[in-house]
């Protein structure tokens, strides 16, 4: 049958799990994304031509007149040129879903950072590739049934070494299951694909060239060294490429302006300048933000991820500043004690920003000011901020809201006398605007900059008076959430006027905060917060285009910790000291979903 190849192969197998992937990373995949997988076909499709050609060429691989369409370029079937293009398409979809969210910045490292394992491990993956390089040289000068292995170490192991010198203490760094999964899942797969072609006699490799070894079935050794050989090439490749772009985006001392598809030769000029010029200091600092992000956010550390390049680092340093800042706060032992470092915060923002007529400091001056007065774990959040982007009143009214939990008793919480901050609703709002609205504010301003598409003063204007409003929903939900967490820190944030409608007074809550009224107060809480949800969520479409869907995904994320705690069940709600958390499955599908809409 003459289209015994493309039946067996690729339609029955390769295509379909290519479609499969496509649905898949659809609402995901950037055109960073598809640019970087274009990039690896590309060369993946001219490196592997010539390699093919002269084995088809000198008869070591054979295919019967009738399992092939007919067309070839250079001697090599339309078939298996399609297939050097399918491959590395399945390959890349799975190394893109895999490490969707990481980010890579955080892995960048030169020889002083490394430790010394990764420095013996480059070593070692140089001289194991070097080895196998002579190794395939020897084979093919001796001939005879070694040829075809020989052959295939000559070709691959140099464009791994390359890869490997150029990205392997990179590699090394990154999550291991991000690396392996993909070569792994397609290796095993496209065995089998493979042991099925040679069954039906699709092609075959010449005998006398071949070591005459079957892994399992008609599977033989070269072939499963074959398919392991090249989507290992293919997942170096997009490494390098993703080292490549994580340079260009960590470091705008360097590289100042980066178009959204980096030309060939910016990547080129990323992937090879001298890892000793790295900031490593920025580097360190967003390795410390991204697990702040981590530990204290999983919704948002998941939403991060779909945000692109340098608005998603930008971002993770903004919620840093806002954590540690808080930290410093919350966790001062006394009320004094807090109002110190809210004070020593403030003085930072007059430095940054200047203030009584003063210009800003200097970088070195604002430095010198943070070593001095704060402590070391929190160095990086404060001196990373990127506040050249940022408005300055948002950050003020931020450190005017942590006052406002200075104002919860430390002592006497059993006293029916002592006052509670949150009053009436207006209190309420007025605090969920100063720590929430002030953030998603911020935020906003890093998308405007960040955004390749420029907005209208008044359309900006009204942006920002929604993510105001999404703000209150937002904290209304943290705030219904942590009821409980709240209570065992003695703060109670339900307005004391929806506490006295239901006959209950602040040392109630803390006293039984799982009780049934509390719960009737909980949904009300989370009915304000979706009210102001549905009042800013259709404005959000003004957002620009290729920045709305991970803004959406970022509220989304967040909205179903309320969604959560409106199910009458909440079969599907987990907790973690005492607050309810959305399951990793439900929080990707939510993002799924959202950007499959957008």
Known sequence: ??????????LKYTIPLAGLLTFILRPLVTKLDLYKTLILILVAFFATLPWDSYLIRHGIWTYPPGAIAGPRLFAVPAEELFFFVIQTYITSMLYILMNKPVLHAQFLTNRDDSPPKVRWLGTLGRVLLIGCIAAGISLVAKGGEGTYLGLLLVWACPFALLTWTLSGSFLVRLPSVGIAAPIIVSTVYLWIVDELALRRGTWAIQSGTKLGWCLWGDLELEEAIFFLLTNTLIVFGLVAFDRASAVLFTFPEQFPIVPVIPPPRLLLKALLADPRSYNMIRVKGIREAVETLRRKSRSFYLASSVFPGRLRID???????????????????????????IKKLTNYLDLVYGSDGKSPSLTHTLNDFVEENFPKTTWSALELLP??????????????????DLHFPRTDLKERAVQFPIKDEADLELYAHRVASTVGELCLWLVFHHSTTKLTSDRESTLVLAAQTMGHALQYVNIARDILVDAEMGRVYLPITWLNEENLTPQDVLGDPRQAKVEKLRQRLLDQAFKEYRRSRGKMNMLPPELRGPLIVAVESYMEIGRVLREKTNISSKTRKGCATVPRWRRIWVAWKTLLAE
Do not use: Q
Not at 1 to 10: E, K, P, Q, S
Not at 315 to 341: M, P, Q
Not at 388 to 399: I, K, S, T, W
């Open 315 to 341: 971002l993770i340093l903004l919620y840093s500043f806002c954590r540690v800042a808080d930290d410093l706060v919350d966790e001062s032992r006394t009320e004094s004690d807090a109002l110190v470092w």
């Open 387 to 404: 506040t050249e982007l940022l408005p300055n009143r948002p950050l003020y009214e931020l450190l005017e809201g942590f006052r406002v």
């Open 1 to 10: 049958m003459a289209y015994d190849y493309a039946l067996v192969r690729h």
